[in-house]
């Protein structure tokens, strides 16, 4: 009994790896793009294995059947149990198969400090293009706006899509992304705090078009990583979802 459930366990996992991984996108959820052929290799190779345990299985309980056919007793069977807590491996063998949990978002992302963005050299930023509104992605707002001593930045609009997370007191709420190293377990995020119109519902995708917040010294580590919404508009979640870059086709 205990083979057979071994079996189905690790087949269920396989199986549920490679619908999440090979056929949606929802393994996004949880790693980076780049960690798809490795989901999708276990989820073969777990397939592989609970194949080959359930065949060692029937083969045991084959010879088990012709010894005792021999023997006359029952001492070839084997009485021990599952243990229980095998049981409870079902059901996130099921979820992975048939519901997939949420994304990570703004109950993540209110919950931790913002992501420190790297420091760019001086002479490290180069002319802004020319198009208006500017797509830029958070990262390279915040960097601008407390880093870049040209002040480029200043009076330019700039568009910027991410998701909504409450702020705590004052006016407005922030934009956000939330970027992954490998996993869900090492989530970081980075957020523009934007003043304007009325934050849209927690998680909700948005594309915000606006002009720097003008508070504190630009270019330096005092000005404030904010943004004067002019338009606020939904959006879909893109793609690459776990990452500050521009959406996709942008």
């Keep these: 009994m205990r083979r057979w459930v071994t079996a189905g366990l690790l087949a269920l996992g396989g199986l549920g790896l ?20 490795l989901l999708v290799a276990s989820g073969v190779l ?23 056919s021999h023997a006359g007793h029952d001492h070839g069977h084997d009485h021990s149990g599952v243990p229980r807590v095998a049981w409870l491996l079902v059901l996130p063998a099921l979820s992975l198969l048939f519901y997939a949990p949420p994304a990570l978002g703004s109950y993540t992302a ?10 760019v050299a001086e002479d490290g930023f180069g002319p802004l293009p020319a198009a208006s509104p500017l797509p830029i992605t958070l990262t390279d707002f915040t960097q601008r706006v407390q880093q870049d ?7 330019r609009t700039v ?13 407005g709420w922030y934009l956000t992304r939330i970027l992954l190293s490998c996993c869900a377990a090492d989530a970081q995020s980075v957020k523009v705090r934007v003043y304007g119109p009325a934050a849209p519902e927690p998680d909700t995708w948005v594309t915000v078009t606006g002009t720097w917040h003008a508070d504190g010294t630009l270019g330096t580590s005092s000005a404030a990583v904010a943004l004067d919404a002019a338009s606020v508009r939904k959006a879909a979640r893109p793609s690459n979802g776990y990452t500050d870059a521009l959406p996709l086709g942008s």
């Design 18 to 37: 490679l619908r999440t991984s090979l056929f949606t996108e929802e393994y996004l959820r949880y790693v980076k793009e780049g960690m798809r052929p």
């Design 46 to 68: 777990l397939v592989l294995l609970g194949a080959a345990e359930a065949v060692a299985a029937w083969r045991g309980r084959a010879g088990d059947s012709e010894s005792l």
């Design 110 to 119: 209110s919950r931790e400090a913002p992501k420190a963005v790297a420091v």
């Design 149 to 155: 001593t040209t002040r480029a930045i200043k009076g």
């Design 159 to 171: 568009l910027m899509t991410g998701f909504v997370t409450p702020a705590d007191g004052g006016d």
